[in-house]
């Protein structure tokens, strides 16, 4: 299940990626939301869907830190909150927004 999530994710981001690519002006990070209706991972607990977006962005040139902002929202297993972190995200900017989730995916949607 992980890795089809992951696969899915790479694609959508090497997609998404090389179109902030071509449209970015030189200097200027990227901004990505992250929005999941999972708990967000303890200090010590990986996150693959997160290890995988950061490894294929850093594919692209893309660093955390360096020329990529990753604004991460979690929703604590509360669905209903869904809407509201998309709402945050939408009005905050980003470039990209990437969900986990068909129902992160329908709030974004809606969003933006």
Known sequence: ???????????LVSV???VAVEAQP???????????PV?????RQAS???DALRDAFRTL???????LVLERRYAES??????????????????LIVTAG???SRAALAAT
Do not use: C, H, W
Not at 39 to 43: E, I, N, R, V
């Open 26 to 36: 030189a200097g200027k990070s990227s901004r990505v939301g992250f929005l999941t």
């Open 61 to 67: 040139g893309y660093v955390e830190g360096r020329n």
């Open 1 to 11: 299940m992980i890795g089809r999530a992951v696969a899915v994710l790479l694609a």
């Open 16 to 18: 998404s990626g090389q």
């Open 102 to 104: 068909s129902q992160a």
């Open 48 to 50: 693959p869907l997160l």
């Open 78 to 95: 509360r669905l209903e909150r869904l809407p509201d972190l998309a709402g945050e995200l939408a009005r905050a900017r980003m470039d």
């Open 39 to 43: 708990a967000a991972p303890g200090p």
